[in-house]
């Protein structure tokens, strides 16, 4: 009888995991890796990665705030006159007109953005401002000018730089119009990070496409594209073709991936792969992601070759290169 009510036990046991969910859920349990991030951590795109995560992290060690913190890093790359990709020291469009795009956005989905923005050293801010101080998400045009204005931004000459001049007068022999995104061309500086407590932030500016139609407007100030945050998830932002990343609502798609079980760095390269299977010319368009899940995970990956990056945790602060899509 001992034996039976053994059998009769162990048959009971064997069929409950075969219930719907209890095996599914018995083997997710056994085989869901630990967390292995940092925190605090900042991630921000291409080499003047490097100094944007040195400022980012001297203000998140003075404030403590992870939103100061994204926007003091990219602030420094708005001023920086040997980069041609952002702030009003960046290539015109085909007019010879600088114009500026950015958006901010912190994990609770408080965003602010501007787009077409001229004479304004610093769009970043501005785009805070919106968030901060209208019901309003994005600005543009004119219409941003104004609201610069009237927060006491200071309106710069609108001239090109030195450089930028250089290559406008190049350019204007031919006139041609060829949006190539590549290692040599590569525009924006989109920043990512997550504080001590897992408060998270991002930030994106960009002067845009080179030589771009007047009235162009890229991926760095539309929240989903260019950037996007979520505390309960993570954050993604993207640089290269906004063309390319806008069809594909790249950021937003890599933070719903790691929404559904995706870690950051599977997440980029599924938002690659629909990238690369969205564009047509797909050897001329260069387009790449950085993302951080709520635990301080990371993932990075390009269409091409070529994408580096720039990480902060407190040992350091490395420029590191990201894998690709196609192969050297």
């Known amino acids: ?59 998140l060690n003075e404030t403590g705030s992870i939103l100061d913190a994204v926007e003091a890093g990219v602030r420094v790359t708005e001023l920086d006159l040997e ?14 007109i600088t114009t500026l795009d950015a958006s901010i956005m912190t994990g609770d989905g408080a965003c602010g953005t501007v787009a077409f923005v001229r ?51 190049k350019w204007k022999v031919t006139s041609q119009y060829k949006p190539i995104i590549n290692i040599e061309n590569h ?16 930030s994106c500016t960009t002067s845009g496409l080179a030589y771009k139609m007047h009235g162009r407007v890229g991926d760095s100030p539309i929240i989903g594209a260019g950037l996007y945050v979520d505390d309960e998830v993570g954050a993604a932002t993207a640089t290269g073709l906004g063309e390319s990343i806008i069809r594909i609502c790249g950021s937003f798609l890599i933070v719903e991936l790691m ?18 299977a969205k564009n047509k010319n797909i050897k001329d368009i260069q387009a790449g992601f950085l993302a951080i899940n709520k635990y301080g995970e990371t993932g990075a990956f390009a269409v091409h070759p070529g994408f580096n990056f720039a990480k902060a945790i407190a040992s350091g602060n490395t420029l590191i290169d990201s894998n690709s899509h196609f192969k050297p």
């Open 187 to 202: 525009d924006t500086i989109g920043m990512i990070g997550i504080d001590a407590n897992g408060k998270l932030a991002g």
């Open 259 to 276: 929404r559904q079980g995706r870690t950051p760095q599977e997440a980029c390269e599924e938002a690659v792969k629909r990238l690369v």
């Open 1 to 59: 009888m001992s034996q039976r009510r053994k059998f009769i036990k162990q048959s009971l046991v064997g069929s409950v995991l075969f219930l719907p969910g209890v095996a599914a859920a018995c083997a997710q349990t056994q085989t869901t890796p630990t967390p292995t991030g940092e925190k605090p951590l900042i991630l921000s795109t291409w080499n003047h990665g490097i100094p944007a995560n040195d400022a980012a992290w001297a203000k």
């Open 83 to 96: 980069n041609l990709s952002v702030g009003l020291q960046g290539l015109p469009d085909r007019e010879g």
């Open 119 to 169: 004479q304004v050293k610093h769009p970043i801010s501005l785009a805070r401002a919106v968030m901060e101080k209208t019901p309003h998400v994005m600005l543009v045009g004119e219409g941003a000018r104004q609201f610069a204005i009237a927060e006491g931004f200071p309106l710069e000459e609108e001239k090109l730089s030195p450089k930028a001049q250089v290559e406008y007068d």
